[in-house]
């Protein structure tokens, strides 16, 4: 008997958590469930980095401090932010805040009043400073 053909496996998407610490493992991880289309660069599958959070504060935009320079951000929550009607839809390959040499600042659209908002920051390859245990902490203004 002639057993079927073999149907190709689809491409798992890379690996991208493997330095990042459990708990941002799994943020990005949910992200990804809620937002299989997104596509990242592959380079951050080599690179560590950390998560945190805050609260929306309601201004234009919102200075999250880290104490280094990320190269890439993620906002994981609101996960389906900019679907609704007139705005934006966030793609975060395309759409990287403002980066400072100790953070980035989030824009309006990730800065809503008393809105939760978390976030996973890799950091690049060439930078000495190693990522605050555990995360980062709700981030200042």
């Given at each position: 008997?002639?057993?079927?053909?073999?149907?190709p496996?689809?491409?798992?998407?890379?690996r991208?958590?493997?330095?990042?610490?459990?708990?941002?493992?799994?943020?990005?991880?949910?992200?990804?469930?809620?937002?299989?289309?997104?596509?990242?660069?592959?380079?951050?599958?080599?690179?560590?980095?950390?998560h945190?959070?805050?609260?929306?504060?309601?201004?234009?935009?919102?200075?999250?401090?880290?104490?280094?320079?990320?190269?890439?951000?993620?906002?994981?929550?609101?996960?389906?932010?900019?679907?609704?009607?007139?705005?934006?839809?966030?793609?975060?390959?395309?759409?990287?805040?403002?980066?400072?040499?100790?953070?980035?600042?989030?824009?309006?659209?990730?800065?809503?009043?008393?809105?939760?908002?978390?976030?996973?920051?890799?950091?690049?390859?060439?930078?000495?400073?190693?990522?605050?245990?555990?995360?980062?902490?709700?981030?200042?203004?």
């Open positions: 008997m002639r057993s079927p053909p073999s149907v496996e689809p491409e798992a998407k890379p991208l958590a493997g330095k990042l610490p459990p708990a941002a493992q799994d943020m990005l991880r949910s992200f990804r469930g809620a937002r299989p289309e997104v596509e990242f660069p592959p380079h951050l599958a080599l690179l560590g980095g950390t945190g959070f805050y609260y929306g504060d309601g201004e234009a935009t919102h200075s999250v401090k880290i104490g280094w320079r990320p190269a890439f951000v993620l906002f994981t929550l609101p996960v389906f932010q900019g679907l609704l009607p007139g705005e934006p839809v966030y793609d975060p390959a395309a759409s990287q805040p403002p980066l400072t040499d100790d953070g980035f600042r989030a824009p309006a659209m990730f800065n809503r009043l008393g809105e939760l908002v978390m976030f996973v920051v890799w950091r690049s390859e060439g930078d000495a400073k190693a990522p605050k245990p555990g995360g980062a902490s709700e981030a200042t203004s």
